[in-house]
């Protein structure tokens, strides 16, 4: 079974905007699954409409099997997401917003501040549990919508951009609970501009971009079509201009003592030193310009400057 | 799944009730004190002299008018703002991506309304004893009534807040349309002292029927026929409901 099916789901606003043009999408169960795009892409409104927060225009969505139509109170009841602004009021303490949205899913309230209590802890917010929210820092606040969104035990969690504004060590240790999340059984969906984060937790992936999915595969398959890859090489001596390099594109100098170069998908980095080598060029240190999927997802979107701009 | 929809609907009231009696000096307080000085100028200073009305005491006369007006603009106020504020900051998808049916929301909130209108009704009502002997006709009409009115009034505030764009929209209707009426509905004065044709335009303001009815649980008099008076907030709640719950199904002003 799928734990989430999307036909054909349109999706235009009342000022024309037509934000989905008939997206199709299927997550398996127990997937931990991404779902990318530039901004103003759709992925919001489409998490919004599986959600309950945005009305479609034609489609259908099933999660676990359950349509959003017709058995909306089951399919909700599966069903949690941590949206990408907050959306907590923030003048209610910590542990009331978790044990209320306990409550909104029918979760007696013994059951409710027990999990309330194991959530809390786990994300590190325990001991302000009687703060008001207003009071949490950024970090805080994300990790509070994920214990909400967790509380009532979900099948499929949905996390529109869950590690946005927070530092990368608290981001490293979000990624290990969602994975321990992902481990139990939860069936995940990840929406996120750190494209290393999806590289690293997520094992299938769909690019939506302009209201359409573009690219809708395992992450392994999508990396392979990555043709060429963006190294940063730092030298030993100093260069006066970047080297000609005959099949080597894109050769850039950083700095004097350092340079980029694309390396294409028939060629390997060892092609690439050598060649630096026979200049007399030594490189002391190496690096991916940016993650593999980064460079992927910036060739797949790619638009004119004035066009990202409009 | 009644017990999961009942955990909810508790969840929501207890949320709503939580809101106002934490800011208890926002939200009692200030409706009691304005009654207070209500009792002190048009009851005993002014009252005195104007000496009967209906054959009872002027402040006897207007005590049941302005229990049931601070009633009415507390019940209004406190689910106008709790859901404008839910929709203002967001939180209100708390319960839109939950397994929450609509009416369950409606009931919760208007529960918060009804909570509010009494608690302050009950209030004010304490403090009427410092100025007017505490007699009641027929306490079940007085409790029926002010559960009504609440009812109705939480209904409406609903109904305010869900079409609001910003707070000026939430004050505009207590403002230039419930005060108005609440003031032209039979607080102060019986409309037998109007000339005929005022009393038939006042027959229109729903708030006369509440009034009159809520005076006649305490007093046993009024203007206008205890049935009449109660079908008409009756057929009000009914209107009001359907219009609530339509308005939620449909998403308008919460969803996109």
Not at chain 1, 267 to 281: A, C, H, M, P, W
Request: charged content about 20%; overall charge negative.
């Amino acid at each position: 079974m799928y734990a989430l099916e999307i036909e054909n789901l349109h999706k235009t606003y009342a000022s024309g905007l037509q934000a989905l043009k008939g997206i199709d999408l299927k997550v398996e169960t127990g997937d931990f699954f991404a779902l990318l795009g530039p901004n103003g892409a759709g992925k919001s409104t489409c998490i919004g409409i599986i959600s309950g927060l945005v009305n479609k225009t034609e489609g259908s969505v099933r999660i676990f099997g359950h349509s959003i139509d017709d058995e909306f109170l089951v399919a909700k009841s599966l069903l949690g997401s941590v949206p990408q602004e907050f959306n907590f009021n923030t003048f209610e303490p910590v542990e009331e917003i978790v044990v209320n949205q306990a409550g909104y899913y029918g979760v007696p309230a013994r059951i409710a501040r027990q999990e309330t209590e194991r959530y809390l802890k786990q994300l590190g917010l325990w001991q302000h549990r009687r703060s008001q929210a207003r009071r949490l820092s950024g970090g805080m606040k994300r990790r509070l919508m994920i214990a909400r969104a967790l509380v009532h035990k979900p099948q499929l969690l949905i996390l529109d951009e869950p590690t946005a504004g927070v530092d990368i060590e608290l981001r490293r240790t979000m990624w290990n609970f969602l994975d321990q999340i992902n481990d139990q059984g939860t069936t995940i969906i990840l929406t996120t501009h750190y494209l290393e984060e999806a590289e690293r937790m997520c094992r299938n992936v769909a690019i939506i971009d302009d209201g359409s999915i573009i690219q809708n595969s395992s992450m392994k398959s999508l990396l392979k079509q990555l043709n060429s890859e963006t190294f940063v090489l730092y030298l030993r001596e100093e260069l006066a201009q970047a080297p000609q390099l005959e099949r080597f594109d894109n050769v850039v100098q950083l700095d004097q003592q350092s340079i980029e170069v694309e390396v294409p998908e028939a060629l390997s980095i060892n092609d690439l030193v050598g060649e630096l080598e026979t200049r007399g060029i030594v490189v002391e240190r190496m690096r991916n310009k940016v993650n593999r999927l980064e460079e992927l997802f910036v060739k797949m979107t790619a638009k004119p400057d004035t066009e990202k701009l409009a | 799944m009644l017990r999961q929809f009942w955990i909810a609907y508790l969840t929501i009231a207890r949320k709503e009730i939580m809101r106002f009696t934490r800011i208890w000096v926002q939200t009692i307080v200030p409706p009691v004190v304005m009654v207070a000085l209500y009792f002190i100028i048009f009851g005993n200073l002014i009252g005195q002299r104007i000496g009967e009305m209906d054959g009872m005491l002027y402040i006897d006369f207007i005590m049941p008018g302005l229990v049931m007006m601070s009633i009415i603009t507390n019940s209004y106020a406190n689910v106008v703002s709790s859901f404008y504020g839910a929709k203002y900051s967001r939180h209100i998808e708390e319960m839109q991506v939950a397994p929450v049916p609509n009416l369950v929301i409606l009931l919760g909130f208007v529960t918060g309304g009804v909570a509010r209108g009494l608690s302050v009704g009950v209030a004010v009502t304490l403090v009427s004893l410092l100025f007017t002997e505490f007699s009641v006709h027929s306490p079940s009409i007085v409790l029926l009534v002010a559960l009504l009115t609440s009812c109705l009034f939480a209904m409406a505030g609903l109904i305010n807040a869900i079409f609001a764009n910003s707070f000026d929209d939430i004050s505009i209707v207590p403002t230039f349309v419930l005060t108005p009426l609440t003031y032209l509905g039979g607080i102060f004065y019986s409309i037998k002292l109007l000339p005929e044709f005022w009393q038939q335009v006042s027959l229109g303001n729903p708030i006369l029927y509440m009034v009159n009815s809520f005076r006649y649980g305490f007093r046993g008099a009024s203007d206008i026929e205890l049935i009449s008076a109660l079908l008409v907030i009756l057929s009000f709640i009914a209107l009001l409901f359907v219009v609530c719950l339509v308005l939620l199904e449909r998403g308008t002003g919460i969803r996109q």
